[in-house]
């Protein structure tokens, strides 16, 4: 790849960004490193300079400009209630008490941890804020599409762990964590169920996976005593979500790499299901965490949602078979003999070692996760033994669900409901989609009108010009000899009032 070198480049300002904003220590140093990291990735998501990574390209860096006004209005907006920068911690909790008392901008701090919410949300994928996700992973390479979804997109979540209040409650903006959270977690299965290519079924996975952590960061703002419970949840959930994502992207790799290895779709189902819930993974335990901070939440939104996480994770069952199915697709179209095992080169190893290695650790998540992370007072993690039959069911039956639609749509006669159903296709990019072919749809009775008024301008503009050129072309007329005296003696005069003031400042003359 002749650009190679560019790709590092871009791919260590956006790591260097990423890396940057978790050990910065104030409201300044994390934004800065943030939009490093932004603006760096757009290098990352135009890499392969065909058309549809320019469009992906344009629609990513158009959705985090739109993110960056909806944050530097919050960061505007608490650091003149602080009154300078604030440093994470006490100085950032006492700003979000003064307004909690009504002190600082008049639209409160509701309003401010919204617009957080939002211009993190951007990075985070959160609907309807996702667009630019499912363009920009297809065409991004393997290595870049891993850090976007494995760990870029994590920098919104810490973003709103940062900036939003550790011990003042906002039950309203926790309202809409949860409500956004639950409908993302859905929204990004039933989409992503219908598309072909696996790096986007694997960009809408990111999409619902986010709508579980959004839920604990809406556990974190709903009150002071739910934060050890929303702190565990988002940081297991950030941590399972990462390792399995990555493990996905480099199978994708593979695919293409060594195609008709006989190991790799094997390996792959086990961070897929993980992603589901599977018990004994990090799955079980991300999902079994968030459900017990649910349960101390309480309430209609507990018994709600405890009914709605099975649906969720039959849904994401269902998703990762697809995704699966896509990949078998790839690698089949990448040998499309059959049968060809390719030798593994050096650089292919280098890819295989890291995807085993995450593969293992997403496999014995439940043994080693609760060892290496510290749970706060009154929060226990899960052991390997909760709720199995919870976890297990949902697996299962998408499973089958998910064995059924394969069967169906392979058969291509088939008029059944249900086959069509299997065949049917959404495009990546869903809801922007839908807004571009309205704005091409949308009736402009004045668009002649307004051609014609700019053409009459235009019109005015060259006649003005071609004016102001016949004065010059008069003006260079004049006789070049009469110009040249007259500067000279202009120059002559000055030079003689400058000799003259010179001579009167030295001391004694």
Known sequence: DGRRGRFFLFFSLTLAGNVGLIVAGDMLGFYLFF???TF??????????????????????????LGEVALLAGLFSLGGAFGGVPTFGGEME???????????????????????????????GLIPLHLWLPLAHPVAPTAASALLSGAMIK??????????????????VSGVFLAVGAAAALYGVVVGIFQDDPKTVLAYSSVSQMGYMAMGTGLLVARPELIPWGGVAVAVYAMHHGIAKGALFLSVGLADRVPGQWWILPGTAIPALALAGLPLTTGALAKNTLKGGLEALGGPAYTLLDLYLPVAALGT?????????????????????????????????????????????????????????????????????????????????????????????????????????????????????????????????????????????????????????????????????????????????????????????????
Do not use: C
Not at 331 to 358: H, I
């Open 155 to 172: 920098a919104g979540l810490l973003g709103w762990v940062r900036m939003l209040p550790a011990e003042t409650a906002l039950p309203e």
């Open 317 to 509: 069952t269902l998703l990762l078979a697809r995704f699966l199915v896509t990949l078998r697709e790839r690698s089949e179209a990448a040998d499309p003999e059959g049968g060809r095992e390719l030798p593994l080169s050096y650089g292919t190893w280098t890819m295989v070692v890291p995807w085993a290695f995450l593969v293992l650790l997403v496999a014995g998540g439940t043994a080693w996760l609760p060892q290496v992370m510290a749970s706060p007072d009154g929060v226990t993690l899960p052991g390997p033994d909760t709720e199995v039959m919870v976890g297990l069911v949902p697996v299962l039956l998408g499973a089958v669900l998910a064995g059924l639609a394969v069967k169906a749509s392979g058969k291509a006669a088939s008029a059944s409901i249900a086959a069509r159903i299997a065949r049917l296709r959404i495009p990546a990019g869903d809801i922007l989609v839908l807004l571009e072919a309205l704005l091409r749809r949308l009736p402009l009775p004045d668009q002649e009108a307004g051609i014609g008024r700019l053409e009459r301008k235009r019109r005015r503009a060259m006649a003005w010009a071609r004016l102001q050129a016949r004065r010059l072309d008069r003006l260079a007329a004049y006789d070049v000899e009469v110009v040249n005296t007259s500067l000279l003696g202009v120059i002559l005069v000055l030079l003689a009032a400058g000799l003259i003031l010179l001579v009167g400042g030295i001391p004694g003359v």
């Open 94 to 124: 006492a700003t979000w008490v003064k307004l909690a008392a009504g002190e600082g901008p008049t639209f409160g701090g509701s309003t401010i941890a919204l617009l957080l919410a939002a211009g993190f949300g951007v990075k985070a």
């Open 40 to 65: 760096a990735a757009y290098g990352l998501v135009v890499h392969a300079a065909s058309d549809e990574a320019l469009r992906a390209g344009r629609i990513y860096i158009v959705m985090a400009i």
């Open 35 to 37: 939009a490093l990291m």
